[in-house]
Each structure stands twice: as structure tokens, then as C-alpha cells.
């Protein structure tokens, strides 16, 4: 391990003199990627700076120790004995900073909520847990963008899709694919009995154009009028695209800017983001024939997450966790 941080130190330096290069600093992409990189070594060159600094503290104490009697040697001791811990802690941190990282570490994300069991209900809770993410990205400092949206007759959404820009976005989000089940009295309940419905999420890494490539020839694109809930026309021009991907039958619409050429860019940015995660869910898949996908059938048994209105309660179904804070969650605070 040692000969690799030091190599890694090696590297942070040379990245380090980089990012002062003119050259570098007119080209944004690689810029950005030499930053990206930058971001990635600093925490291992600290701890390795500070693992250092605590191995020689303890050589340094331990010499010490045998010239010291009395009250100096009780405290030296203490010394061995922190400088000791803190080497554990650090050799610790290192192990996990230089295990190989999840290539979308970097990447933003696109999500994409969807009302799935339960009718009007379920698309009642795709808004709840859309303004959950608001809220969490909100209080992360991540910036949120709506792609496109397909509101529901009641205020819900049958479809909901978004952009999320930040730091470590990918890291924290991309365990939140999946079927979230919602149990309350629904507001088109006139008995006051309780019913359970879900919605389902899904995180896709956004993909760039040189990630994947699509060929004109390989989509059907058709325009036609935008429309609310109800089908109430909410312009009178051509402006809403959908995209099929001939090769793999993937849909895409877009229908929420007055443009058609923004809507048009919109549906690709999805559709790329859609064909990545394919591929790399087809790669995983090969290398785990159990594997199954986020969201599976959207049905209530598939379900990763709980969220009960009358007990107050938020159950992580994976991990056994189980909250009493359900308006704190659905506020953001996850």
C-alpha cells in the first residue's frame, strides 16, 4: 500500500502544477477532467500526509519514552497511545479511499418518478417523493432541473423527469432507484380506510455524447401538440417531440418548453442517459445472473421503501432501517 500512495502523491503533484498551465485552463473540458482528478487525489494525499506525520510522532514518542520517568512518561504514554489509534484510523480511511471507485461517481444524474400501483394515489405520491428530492437537493446544494413532466388529473404526476448537478450526486442518489410504497388514507378514500400504492423511481447517470453515440438514421422522431391534464391544449404549435430508438423500442417525450428544438435536445439527453444504463444493467447482468433492476415490475412487493402516514414511519426495507420522521424525510432530510 505504500508504494502505491506514494505513487498517488507523485501523480497529485504533477496534476497539481497542471491545473496552472494556460494550455490547460482554455480547454474546459479537460480542464474540468484534470480538476475532476485533482478532487479525487487530494483526500488520499492528506491522509497519507497525515498517516506520515502520526508514524513518525510515534517513533518520536516511543524513543522518548524510555528517558522519562514520573508524570512526563504517564504522559507519553497517552501520546503512544493516540498517535497509535490514529494510525489505525487513518491506515483504515486509506483501504477505503483507494478501493477502485464507481465509474459514475463523477457523473450528474437524471431521475425519472413515475406513479406505478394504486391509481390517482400513486401519482399523488410521485409528486411526494419528486419534493422530496427537491428538498434533499435543496439542503446538498445540488442544482435541480426538470427535463419534462406529465401532470396528473389531481396534482400528482404520472411521469416526472429531472436533472440533478452537483457534487457527489451519483454516490448519494443511486441507491434511491426502485419501488417506494406508500401507505395512507388517499384524499379519494371517503371511508378513511387506509390503502398502499407506489411509485417507482429511477437513477440514470448522465451519459455525454461521446459515451454513446446514436445514429440518426437509428431514431423516429414525430412532433405534435403539447398538452396538460385532461388533454387541455396548452399550445397551439407543434412543439412536443417523441423519439423512438428503432434498435431497442426506447420512447422518449418531451413537452414542457415551447420549443421544439429544446424539447428535441431534452428527449436526447434522457434517451442517451436511458441507453448507458442499459448497457452498463446488461454488463452487470453477465457478471451477476441474479441481478435484478431498480424497479422490477413497479409492483408493491418489490418495493425497497416504506413510508407509513399514520405510524409516522420511514422503513428502508434493504438495510433494516426504520424512522419515526416521516414529515422530516419527505422534507428532504435523508
Do not use: C
Amino acid at each position: 500500500m505504500l508504494d502505491r500512495l506514494a505513487e498517488l502523491e507523485r501523480e497529485y503533484a504533477d496534476v497539481e502544477a497542471r491545473l496552472g498551465d494556460p494550455e490547460l485552463i482554455a480547454d474546459q473540458g479537460r480542464y474540468q477532467e484534470v480538476a475532476r482528478r485533482y478532487s479525487e487525489l487530494k483526500p488520499i494525499v492528506e491522509a497519507t500526509q497525515a498517516l506520515r506525520q502520526r508514524r513518525g510522532d510515534l517513533e518520536t514518542a516511543k524513543e522518548m519514552l524510555t528517558e522519562l520517568d514520573g508524570a512526563d512518561r504517564e504522559e507519553m504514554r497517552a501520546e503512544v497511545t493516540s498517535a497509535e489509534a490514529d494510525i489505525e484510523r487513518l491506515e483504515a480511511e486509506l483501504r477505503l479511499l483507494l478501493l477502485p471507485k464507481d465509474p459514475n461517481d463523477a457523473k450528474d444524474v437524471i431521475v425519472e418518478i413515475r406513479g406505478a400501483e394504486g391509481g390517482e394515489e400513486a401519482n399523488l405520491f410521485a409528486r411526494d417523493l419528486f419534493e422530496m428530492y427537491q428538498g434533499y437537493a435543496g439542503r446538498m446544494g445540488w442544482k435541480l432541473e426538470v427535463l419534462g413532466s406529465d401532470p396528473s388529473d389531481m396534482g400528482g404526476y404520472n411521469e416526472i423527469t429531472f436533472m440533478l448537478k452537483g457534487a457527489d450526486v451519483w454516490s448519494r442518489m443511486k441507491h434511491e432507484g426502485g419501488v417506494h410504497r406508500v401507505q395512507r388514507v388517499p384524499v379519494t378514500e371517503s371511508q378513511g380506510r387506509i390503502h398502499t400504492s407506489s411509485a417507482t423511481v429511477t437513477v440514470m447517470p448522465e451519459a455525454e455524447e461521446v459515451e454513446v453515440e446514436i445514429a440518426d438514421k437509428d431514431l423516429k422522431i414525430d412532433v405534435y401538440r403539447s398538452s396538460g391534464p385532461g388533454g387541455q391544449h396548452v399550445n397551439t404549435t407543434d412543439s412536443a417531440v417523441r423519439i423512438t430508438h428503432l434498435p431497442t423500442g426506447i420512447v422518449v417525450s418531451m413537452q414542457d418548453e415551447k420549443s421544439q428544438s429544446q424539447n428535441r435536445a431534452k428527449a436526447l439527453q434522457v434517451l442517451r442517459a436511458r441507453l448507458l444504463k442499459a448497457e452498463q444493467d446488461r454488463i452487470a447482468a453477465e457478471a451477476s445472473a441474479e441481478r435484478k433492476g431498480q424497479i422490477g415490475g413497479g409492483g408493491r412487493a418489490e418495493k425497497i421503501r416504506t413510508y407509513n402516514f399514520k405510524e409516522n414511519r420511514v422503513t428502508d426495507h434493504r438495510i433494516g432501517l426504520t424512522l419515526y420522521k416521516l414529515e422530516e424525510v419527505l422534507a428532504g432530510e435523508l
